[in-house]
């Protein structure tokens, strides 16, 4: 039997105040036999969009703005349940609301509202829960839960926060990570102030030139890696760096140029990250985005999350496309299979408020902008199923972890039906299905829960026996 050199699962590459996290390496199997392999982590990510997927739309199934799943339910990768139950979040739930809707979303428990429509969960987040079951000492990563995604509205907290701890209160290391630029400095570390501080210095080093000593100790021909490990560690480190060109710029610091990698991520677009964009009420202050753009600074988040999580920087997290009952006021081209000149110009909130099967209007932008919401989710479900960076079980994240998508409402705002798909879990679910079967929301978390541990999800209330997924 072959033997090697041992190191740790959560090793990284340190210099100065920066530490890379090292990606899955064949050298972290805890026994040293090659044939050895390990269980896939414990974890839960979730996909949160918000204004939700309107019936008619549910109803088209595969055909309508579902469609980008086809490929992934086509391989088995993920369920998808266009009928799913949330009426019990609310006393009416046809009228139900975001504030209703949100801390229901992946947890089972109804909320109390505070003045301003803010809101009081009154239970934790399935993330939190299953963290806390299944990693009793706390999880062993660096970070415990990441919360971030791309949305202008902060008004009233579920906005912003979505993860809940066993207390209702923000559960996420970081509360309000919404800037790509903000996100690579919390995860992957802050060069000195003189060099962060001025844009054209920052983009033109790297932190890969603090790393340079343990890079070459790790790459070079006296690495204590084998070749395949090497070659991997370097190839993680390039896409580091192609990461962070595409949220500071092109310069290409002080790393090797056989080291620096073809950019073809696009830079973070210049948009005001933390403004409270009003509301479809107050359309003077709304703030307004291109679809173009926003698409690309959630992208680039994406990319930067997952990869996090493939370096094991954390095992539970959410994305969320917008915030709860969106509020981005969407200006430009949104061509869609329906309409590919489509272009938008106002709040599909508002527009969703004034729902209208019949109004061809109405409809065209809702269809528009759910094409959007799917197409991005999807594209984000495919990168966690990239396998340039596997588990220790030589499986995708998308396949390890249990990743969960859905939104806070249905119907102009209803919580009667709505959609939400599940994937990983590492065998946990049967994936694969396209199900229009009526399924109340928390026989469905409680289906999730169970299978990590969980006695219990939920307050309880609509329970009557686990869903079948």
């Known amino acids: 039997m072959k033997y090697h050199h041992v190191i740790s699962r959560r090793a990284v590459l340190r210099g100065g105040t920066i530490a890379i996290g090292l990606p899955f390496l064949e050298s972290m199997i805890q026994s040293s036999a090659h044939a050895q392999t390990m269980n896939a982590p414990i974890g839960m990510l979730s996909l949160m969009y918000g204004l939700g997927t309107p019936d008619i739309f549910l109803d088209r199934g595969l055909a309508g703005t579902l469609q980008y799943y086809q490929s992934l339910i086509s391989a088995n990768k993920i369920s998808i349940y266009t009928n799913i139950d949330s009426s019990a979040a609310a006393d009416q739930p046809v009228v139900a609301q975001h504030h209703y809707g949100q801390p229901y979303l992946f947890s089972g428990y109804r909320t109390q509202l505070a003045p301003g429509f803010n809101v009081i969960p009154q239970g934790p987040t399935l993330h939190f829960s299953i963290m806390k079951q299944n990693y009793p000492q706390g999880a062993p990563t660096p970070f415990r839960i990441i919360d971030t995604g791309i949305y202008f509205r902060r008004g009233i907290n579920y906005q912003y926060k979505r993860i809940w701890n066993d207390q209702g209160a923000n559960a996420a290391d970081f509360e309000d990570l919404a800037s790509p630029v903000d996100f690579f400095n919390k995860i992957f570390g802050t060069m000195p102030a003189s060099i962060q501080q001025d844009p054209k210095t920052r983009a033109a080093r790297s932190i890969l030139d603090y790393l340079v000593p343990a890079y070459q100790k790790y790459t070079g021909a006296a690495s204590p ?141 809702a269809t528009a902008h759910n094409h959007f919401v799917h197409k991005n989710l999807a594209m984000v479900l495919a990168k966690l199923d990239s396998m340039n960076f596997p588990g220790p079980n030589g499986k995708s994240l998308l396949n390890n972890l249990l990743v969960a998508v859905g939104s806070e409402v249905g119907t102009n705002h209803s919580v009667v039906r709505m959609f939400h798909a599940i994937a990983g879990g590492d065998g946990r679910f049967k994936l694969g299905v396209n199900s229009n079967a009526h399924i109340r929301a928390i026989e469905f978390y409680s289906t999730m829960g169970k299978a990590y541990g969980l006695a219990k999800v939920g307050d309880g209330t609509g329970y009557i026996s686990d869903a079948a997924i």
């Open 225 to 365: 890696l084998p070749a395949s490990d090497a070659a991997v560690l370097s190839n993680h480190l390039d896409r580091v760096r192609q990461l962070e060109m595409s949220v500071y710029g092109t310069g290409t610091g002080g790393m090797p140029a056989t080291q620096l990698p073809t950019v073809t991520s696009p830079m973070p677009p210049p948009l005001n990250y933390y403004v409270d964009g009003a509301s479809c009420g107050d359309p003077a202050d709304v703030y307004k985005v291109s679809p173009a753009d926003f698409q690309t600074a959630y992208q680039i988040l994406a990319d930067l999350w997952i990869a996090g999580l493939e370096c094991d920087y954390y095992r539970f997290g959410n994305l969320s496309f917008d915030s709860g009952g969106g509020q981005t006021n969407f200006v430009g081209p949104l061509g869609n299979p329906d309409n590919p000149s489509y272009v938008i110009n106002g709040n599909p909130h508002a527009n969703y408020h004034a729902w209208d099967p019949s109004n061809a209007a109405c409809v065209a932008m």
